[in-house]
């Protein structure tokens, strides 16, 4: 069974359309994340939620609206997509509270190109 | 803002060589992981390093965690292609800083 699983695994896209995609683990931990990965592969966290709460809210254009209905999914939808949203964007999960003490668990990531 | 910074950006050996990659830490860091990306795949957890000074092996990999707690380094002894992929420590300091990652390329 896949730990973290995130679809779709590929998402081609015009500019100015919204999508989501969709994450979910099944080792039940707490925390959950998205983190971006640019083409020079800098892998930035996005956000994090911790039993549904967001814990987390780096400099993400508001554009960007992550949903966690239960601790075990947190999804992200792009409102409004433009052409620097194209990247790998990874889900992840950790046991603790999102401090850094545990290690994370990624999901296969999703490759979104906006064209 | 907190800084992971990871040097050499890149680097290209010929199976058989050893390969390090170093990883340093603006603050002082409660636990250090890393973690190996394959060409096309996810980040996969590898270790944590949690004490001052602290060596851990896994095989050929030798990790070690600065005495100040905010550096620390990955040694490859001996290289094979299996090893190809991007490498990152991660810090932990109220949340997890993924350092800016060392590019590997063994060449048979």
């Known amino acids: 069974d896949t730990a973290v699983s995130q679809t779709p695994k590929y998402l081609v896209t015009q500019m100015g359309n919204d999508k989501s995609i969709k994450c979910e683990q099944n080792?039940?931990?707490?925390?959950m994340y998205w983190y971006k990965q640019d083409s020079k592969k800098f892998l930035k966290i996005m956000f994090s939620?911790?039993?549904?709460?967001?814990?987390i809210n780096e400099t993400v254009p508001n554009r960007f609206s992550p949903k966690s209905p239960d601790k075990a999914h947190l999804n992200l939808h792009i409102n409004s997509l433009e052409l620097g949203d194209s990247a790998v964007y990874f889900c992840?999960?950790?046991?603790?509270?999102?401090?850094?003490?545990?290690?994370?668990?990624f999901g296969n990531g999703t490759r979104l190109t906006v064209t | 803002g907190q800084q992971v910074m990871q040097i050499p950006q890149y680097q290209h050996v010929q199976e058989g060589e050893d390969f390090t990659t170093y990883c340093n830490s603006s603050?002082?860091?409660?636990?250090i992981q890393w973690y190996k990306q394959r060409p096309g795949g996810h980040p996969v957890f590898l270790i944590q390093?949690?004490?001052?000074?602290e060596v851990k092996k896994q095989k050929r990999l030798t990790f070690q965690f600065g005495e100040a707690k905010k550096n620390s380094s990955l040694h490859i002894t001996a290289t094979q292609t299996t090893d190809v992929g991007t490498y990152f420590c991660?810090?932990?300091?109220?949340?997890?800083?993924f350092g800016t990652g060392t590019r590997l390329l063994v060449s048979p």
């Open positions: 603050t002082t860091l409660s636990n």
């Open positions: 992840a999960s950790s046991q603790d509270s999102g401090v850094g003490n545990s290690p994370l668990h």
């Open positions: 991660a810090g932990g300091f109220q949340k997890l800083v």
């Open positions: 939620y911790n039993n549904k709460e967001l814990i």
């Open positions: 390093l949690v004490k001052s000074g």
């Open positions: 080792l039940g931990h707490d925390t």
